[in-house]
């Protein structure tokens, strides 16, 4: 009933930017939290960055100052702007977003994964 779909991926340089976007669609009443969570080959999925309804957002220690999560609650998206991408920040990023559909029913929904390849 709700489906995320992530863009925005690919390969960049290091030092360079990316901007992820994960636009939530289907049978929403409301959407709280969004999250950004990424794996690398060999490690466990890791949030990476967080927002609240209200705005308020927390980021991993390796990201900050680095990468901006945002939302556009009119258009259901939640946006991760990367700068200053270093190798190790290539993973999979996958978005999570916490909704109450329209039937009431409160669920988390996950993206599909979108690479980030950060290398020369």
């Known amino acids: 009933q709700v489906q995320l779909v992530e863009s925005g991926g690919g390969l960049v340089q290091p030092g360079g930017s990316l901007r992820l976007s994960c636009a939530a669609s289907g049978s929403i009443f409301s959407i709280s939290g969004m999250y950004w969570y990424r794996q690398a080959p060999g490690k466990p999925r890791a949030v990476v960055a967080a927002i609240t309804s209200g705005g308020n957002t927390n980021y991993a220690d390796s990201v900050k100052g680095r990468f901006t999560i945002s939302r556009d609650n009119a258009k259901n998206t939640v946006y991760l702007q990367m700068n200053s991408l270093k190798p190790e920040d290539t993973a999979v990023y996958f978005c999570?977003?916490?909704?109450?559909?329209?039937?009431?029913?409160?669920?988390?929904?996950w993206g599909q994964g979108i690479q980030v390849t950060v290398s020369s």
């Open positions: 999570n977003v916490e909704v109450t559909r329209l039937d009431w029913v409160p669920h988390d929904y």
